[in-house]
């Protein structure tokens, strides 16, 4: 698939199936995105068929400028705000699921080495500002570019830049000596 525009002008012909190769695509990634931003998984799945009934309901909205997952996802972060602007609290995202560069052994040694730097991570991502938290979120786990990532967070190229340097730099800043021990 060349970044879903092709299925998805696929469904626009009447290909049914094509839709649901989206679907499959991008759902797994979607729900984990606006997950960050609600803390409740159910909400997070419901808020995820929204943006596919969206996709869905407004074939025209849909331009082709952008890459089809960076358009997904900018839906999903505006509904994402708006669940929680209307849900009136705000949860910080703890992220469990992270992935190490060590690998995986059946060694006990390793397993708890391994849970000890998602946990040291984990902190560090958990103590800095969210803005920060979402733009590693972006181009770190979901492989955005920085031009799709300042699309989704409505920021200028630049802007991105100076958040994921800043956001590197505290992150440096709180692991320290903790995570050098680790790694």
């Given at each position: 698939m060349d970044n879903g525009a092709s299925s998805y002008r696929r469904f626009l012909d009447g290909d049914e199936s094509a839709f649901d190769e989206i679907i499959e695509e991008y759902k797994d990634s979607l729900i984990f995105f606006i997950e960050r931003f609600v803390q409740d998984l159910s909400a997070a799945e419901d808020i995820a068929i929204e943006v596919f009934s969206d996709l869905l309901a407004y074939k025209n909205r849909y331009n082709f400028k952008v890459q089809l997952k960076t358009y997904l996802f900018m839906i999903g972060r505006s509904k994402a705000?708006?669940?929680?602007?209307?849900?009136?609290?705000?949860?910080?995202?703890?992220?469990?699921?992270?992935?190490?560069?060590?690998?995986?052994?059946?060694?006990?040694?390793?397993?708890?080495?391994?849970?000890?730097?998602?946990?040291?991570?984990?902190?560090?991502?958990?103590?800095?500002?969210?803005?920060?938290?979402?733009?590693?979120?972006?181009?770190?786990?979901?492989?955005?570019?920085?031009?799709?990532?300042?699309?989704?967070?409505?920021?200028?190229?630049?802007?991105?830049?100076?958040?994921?340097?800043?956001?590197?730099?505290?992150?440096?800043?709180?692991?320290?000596?903790?995570?050098?021990?680790?790694?």
């Open positions: 705000l708006n669940y929680i602007k209307h849900r009136d609290k705000f949860y910080m995202v703890e992220y469990e699921n992270v992935e190490s560069e060590l690998i995986y052994k059946d060694n006990i040694e390793d397993k708890i080495l391994v849970d000890e730097l998602k946990r040291v991570v984990n902190d560090a991502l958990n103590k800095i500002p969210e803005e920060m938290q979402e733009v590693i979120h972006l181009i770190f786990f979901e492989e955005l570019s920085y031009a799709e990532t300042a699309k989704i967070m409505k920021k200028n190229k630049k802007q991105i830049d100076n958040l994921l340097y800043r956001a590197k730099k505290e992150l440096r800043t709180i692991i320290g000596k903790e995570g050098e021990l680790l790694l």
